[in-house]
């Protein structure tokens, strides 16, 4: 595998300049297969990464407690509501051992109305993912495999993120 890093992940709320999508996003070359990583769907019901294949995936792992993930979650709920379709979607996978209930609540809070929670309480995705942090994103091609990945948060709604997301989802 080789990993293509123009950049390093864009920083919110420091005042430094956000870094292109394309020199952010590390794009793996040629896509890899991801491990089974399990997790529970917003209903509880256990899941893993093969019950998304068929779509293109912005796949995020975060938590509750990362002040840069809360921060990126209204961009991610934007961009769900702006691409999201057939083809596409964002998944939100919280690693908080709190229950589900109070993860969807925090999100009710900050707006959030069109991420669905997915839950992981047993933190294993970040460590099978290779996550060096949180947030981490991947993007996912519709085979499953990762085609990209940006470590840290991202303006996910700016006009630049947008396109790029759009370049890659295969429609």
């Known amino acids: 595998m080789t990993v293509l890093g123009l950049g390093l992940a864009p920083l919110l709320g420091t ?3 956000v870094a292109a999508p394309e020199q952010a996003f590390q794009m793996t070359l040629p896509a890899v297969e991801l491990p089974p ?3 529970n769907d917003p209903d509880g019901k256990a899941m893993t990464l093969e019950d998304l294949r ?3 995936i912005l796949l995020n792992i975060w938590a509750t407690w990362c ?9 991610l709920d934007a961009l ?3 691409l999201g379709d057939d ?17 969807q609540a925090f999100l009710d809070k900050l707006g959030v109305t069109e991420l669905a929670a997915y839950q992981d309480d047993t933190m294993l995705s970040l ?8 947030p981490v994103t991947l993007l996912i091609d519709p085979e499953g495999r990762e085609i990209g990945r940006l470590e840290g948060p991202a303006e996910w709604d700016s006009e ?12």
């Open 127 to 134: 460590s099978a993912l290779q996550g060096g942090g949180l």
């Open 54 to 56: 068929g779509k293109t």
């Open 67 to 75: 002040p840069p993930c809360v921060k990126e979650m209204p961009t």
């Open 37 to 39: 990583v399990r997790f």
């Open 15 to 17: 005042g430094a300049a």
């Open 160 to 171: 630049e993120m947008i396109e790029f997301i759009e370049s890659k989802i295969v429609r």
């Open 87 to 103: 083809d596409f979607q964002v998944v939100i996978l919280s690693i908080d051992k709190a229950k589900p209930e109070v993860v």
């Open 80 to 82: 769900q509501k702006r």
